[in-house]
C-alpha cells in the first residue's frame, strides 16, 4: 500500500478543503471535500480529494456519499491508502449520519400517525439493503412507537413468516397497533404477490389476538409503498 502525504496540505492554498472551510464555511465544500479533511492524505497516485472521490464512486455515482452509511469495515481495508485507523473513522461517519437521521426522523414522528412518518424512520437504515429484511413496529394506542424487531433476511415469502413469534413478541411489548417494514433492494417498492400474501396472513393473525395491523410499508430508493394509503389493509 503505497501512502504518502499527498494531502491537503500539498495542494495549492486556494484549493485546500481546509483553508476554504475555514473562510467560506463548510457548506462550500464538495462530498469529496468534506471526506477529504478527515481522509488528511491520500497515497501515491492519489491526493485525498481523488482518494475521497474514489471512495465515493465505489457504489456508482448516484449513491455517492450515502455509501458511506453502508460499507463495511472489510469493503473499506481493500481499498488502497485505506488501513485500519481510516477504515474505522468512514464507518464512523457512516454511523452518525444514520443516528443523525434517525433522530431528526423521531423527533419529527414522535408518533407514527401516518406511513410518511414511519417510511421516513426507517428509509436510511433500510433503502440500500442488499438483501430484504422484514422488521415489525410495535406501537401503543396512541401509534407511538414502543420498540420494533427484526424479523426475517432474506426474501419477504408467506412460509417463512412465523406469525406465532411475530404475535408472541407483539404481547410481549404490550403493542396494541403493529406495522411491518420491509425493503425492497431493486429500489421499487412495488408489492409482490408474496407481499400481499404475508400483509394477509399476519392481519389475520393480529385481529385474532386483539391486534390492529396499521400498515405494511415497503421501502424503496427514497420512496416507499403503503398498503394502507393504497386502501389495500
Given at each position: 500500500?503505497?501512502?504518502?502525504?499527498t494531502?491537503?496540505?500539498?495542494?495549492?492554498?486556494?484549493?485546500?478543503?481546509?483553508?476554504?472551510?475555514l473562510?467560506?464555511?463548510?457548506?462550500?465544500l464538495?462530498?469529496a471535500?468534506?471526506?477529504?479533511?478527515?481522509?488528511r492524505?491520500g497515497?501515491?497516485?492519489l491526493?485525498?480529494?481523488?482518494l475521497?472521490?474514489h471512495?465515493?464512486n465505489?457504489?456508482?455515482?448516484?449513491?455517492?456519499?450515502?455509501c458511506?452509511?453502508?460499507?463495511?469495515?472489510?469493503?473499506?481495508?481493500?481499498?488502497?491508502?485505506?488501513?485500519?485507523?481510516?477504515?474505522?473513522q468512514?464507518?464512523?461517519i457512516?454511523?452518525?449520519?444514520?443516528?443523525?437521521?434517525?433522530?431528526?426522523?423521531?423527533i419529527?414522528?414522535?408518533?407514527?400517525n401516518?406511513?410518511?412518518?414511519?417510511?421516513?424512520?426507517?428509509?436510511?437504515?433500510?433503502r440500500?439493503?442488499?438483501?430484504?429484511?422484514?422488521?415489525?413496529?410495535?406501537?401503543?394506542?396512541?401509534?407511538?412507537l414502543i420498540?420494533d424487531?427484526?424479523?426475517?433476511?432474506?426474501?419477504?415469502?408467506?412460509s417463512?413468516?412465523?406469525?406465532?413469534?411475530?404475535?408472541?413478541?407483539?404481547l410481549?411489548h404490550?403493542?396494541?397497533?403493529?406495522i411491518?417494514?420491509h425493503?425492497?433492494?431493486?429500489?421499487?417498492?412495488?408489492?409482490?404477490d408474496?407481499?400481499r400474501?404475508?400483509?394477509?396472513?399476519?392481519?389475520?393473525?393480529?385481529?385474532s389476538?386483539?391486534?390492529?395491523?396499521?400498515?405494511?410499508?415497503?421501502?424503496?430508493?427514497?420512496?416507499?409503498?403503503?398498503?394502507?394509503?393504497?386502501?389495500?389493509?
Open positions: 500500500m503505497n501512502i504518502i502525504n494531502g491537503i496540505k500539498d495542494m495549492p492554498s486556494d484549493e485546500r478543503p481546509y483553508e476554504r472551510c473562510e467560506f464555511g463548510p457548506s462550500s464538495t462530498d471535500e468534506l471526506l477529504a479533511v478527515i481522509l492524505t497515497t501515491k497516485n491526493n485525498s480529494v481523488a475521497a472521490n471512495i465515493l465505489l457504489s456508482g455515482p448516484a449513491k455517492g456519499i450515502t458511506l452509511m453502508h460499507k463495511s469495515y472489510d469493503e473499506y481495508i481493500k481499498i488502497n491508502g485505506i488501513g485500519k485507523v481510516k477504515a474505522v468512514l464507518l464512523c457512516g454511523e452518525l449520519a444514520k443516528r443523525i437521521w434517525k433522530r431528526e426522523a423521531a419529527k414522528a414522535v408518533c407514527f401516518s406511513p410518511a412518518n414511519c417510511a421516513g424512520y426507517y428509509m436510511q437504515d433500510m440500500h439493503l442488499e438483501q430484504e429484511e422484514l422488521r415489525l413496529a410495535y406501537l401503543d394506542t396512541r401509534q407511538r420498540s424487531s427484526l424479523i426475517t433476511i432474506g426474501t419477504v415469502n408467506a417463512l413468516i412465523s406469525v406465532r413469534e411475530v404475535l408472541i413478541d407483539a410481549k404490550q403493542a396494541v397497533n403493529v411491518m417494514i425493503n425492497h433492494p431493486s429500489g421499487n417498492p412495488s408489492p409482490s408474496d407481499d400474501k404475508v400483509t394477509e396472513i399476519v392481519a389475520n393473525g393480529c385481529k389476538v386483539g391486534i390492529y395491523l396499521n400498515d405494511h410499508i415497503i421501502i424503496g430508493d427514497n420512496i416507499y409503498h403503503s398498503f394502507r394509503e393504497q386502501g389495500n389493509l
